[in-house]
């Protein structure tokens, strides 16, 4: 397409000239390819699935987000209490004597086939030691320790399983309720001996609370302690005293003595290594063999039914994750305050009795799970000391 217009007036001459572009020389093709890069905007990459372009890392923030929208409370809960916050050490405590109270439950309800205790205890410790080295491998901890807390685990496995013992003889040749008492003097004593050997300090409150909570323990179980050791007609039972009475006294001193520094240790030990599983699997790793070498050598072996090895598995699980709080808890906080929580357990299990019906109602046992509970209560809302060990 072109035009042209002229006008001629004398001097002046005005062209007037149309061109289409088609119709442009080679040279102003040339300078039009020369300028065009400067001129022409950058157009916008054609985009599809082949040439979307992915961050190689993406934010974490964007990441968390929604795994943790998707985690349970349970989850968050549980987190929470393993992170080390303020009042872990407690919560983890508390959570253990809930554990073991569950235990309790499941043993009462789920009613399988007589196994011995020393059976029992076998499998127990077997399970112990196979979840925390399977738990130790996936997490990448070494198994061995560390070379400077060896002796802590070694000492750590070695009292527990003599606690273990002494207990198991101490309840087979008792009163269960006497057993029970003297089973409840560990925390006391894992108190006077964290104080001996690790230092520890404690104020008027903590001291009180472990006297309130052992008081209530005798509350409840003081109704027990003076029928069982009479007979039918009244009379004194001679069935339980002897020097077998004697020796299975000084056993349940033996073992609260024991599982106190056991407590000591396993604190000692998981702040050390920084890794509460290891005390459990060092505990593992001895108390299974020697446990199944007096199984063996004391009591006869009894072959369980599907139901009740179920139930014993059941019941090991639970174990082991009593036995991790446990150590959490002695990891984060005194020996003084966390033991105080353990006295939960017994108040859980009275009134579970109490609600199922299985024991009477007392004015005893109620005033002495009271105590328990305000003791825990006021452990629980002091809270750690300001200046953290």
């Known amino acids: 397409m072109a035009s042209s217009a002229e006008t001629s007036d ?5 062209e007037l000239i149309v061109r289409d572009a088609s119709g442009s020389d080679d040279g102003s093709l040339a300078a039009t390819d020369e300028i065009a890069p400067l001129l022409t905007p950058p157009e916008k990459p054609k985009i599809n699935i082949f040439t979307v372009s992915y961050p190689r890392k993406a934010p974490r923030d964007q990441v968390r987000k929604p795994l943790e929208a998707e985690t349970s409370p349970v989850a968050h809960f549980i987190s929470w209490v393993w992170s080390g916050s303020r009042y872990s050490g407690l919560m983890c405590m508390a959570i253990s004597s809930t554990i073991y109270f569950v235990m309790e ?8 086939q007589p196994i011995p205790l020393l059976e029992a205890a076998f499998a127990r410790c077997m399970i112990i030691l196979v979840l ?25 496995a070695l ?3 003599l606690s273990l013992i002494s207990f198991i003889y101490c309840i087979q040749r008792l009163p269960l309720s006497q ?21 520890e300090k404690y104020k008027i409150a903590d001291v009180g609370g472990l006297a309130c909570s052992f008081f209530g323990v005798l509350f409840i179980f003081r109704q027990m302690l003076t029928t069982q ?14 020097s077998s009475h ?37 505990f ?9 070498i007096c199984l063996f050598a004391l009591e006869e072996f009894v072959f369980p039914d599907v139901y009740s090895f179920s139930v014993m598995l059941v019941l090991g699980v639970l174990a082991f994750f009593a036995e991790v709080f446990l150590a959490r808890g002695l990891q984060l906080e005194k020996t003084g305050k966390v033991a105080n929580v353990i006295y939960m357990e017994a108040a859980l299990s009275q009134l579970w009795g109490i609600g199922s019906s299985r024991i009477a109602l007392s004015f005893g046992r109620i005033f002495g799970c009271l105590l328990i509970f305000v003791s825990v209560c006021c452990t629980m809302y002091i809270g750690p000391d300001k200046e953290m060990e």
């Open 132 to 156: 925390s080295f399977v738990w130790l491998r996936k997490s990448g901890q070494p198994i061995a320790g560390l070379a400077n807390v060896k002796n802590l685990l070694i000492s750590r």
């Open 105 to 112: 439950v499941f043993s009462e309800v789920l009613s399988a």
């Open 10 to 14: 004398g001097e002046n001459e005005l």
């Open 284 to 292: 593992g790793i001895l108390a299974s063999p020697a446990s199944g």
């Open 246 to 282: 004697t020796y299975a006294i000084l056993a349940g001193i033996f073992s609260s003595i024991t599982g106190g520094i056991s407590y000591c240790l396993t604190r000692a030990g998981a702040k050390a290594s920084d890794q509460p599983l290891l005390t459990v699997f060092s």
């Open 159 to 161: 009292m527990g399983y």
């Open 229 to 242: 050791g009479l007979d039918k007609n009244g009379g004194k039972n001679t069935s339980v005293k002897g």
């Open 179 to 199: 057993a029970i008492v003297l089973s409840f003097t560990t925390p006391i004593m894992a108190s006077i001996v964290a104080r001996v050997i690790l230092n």
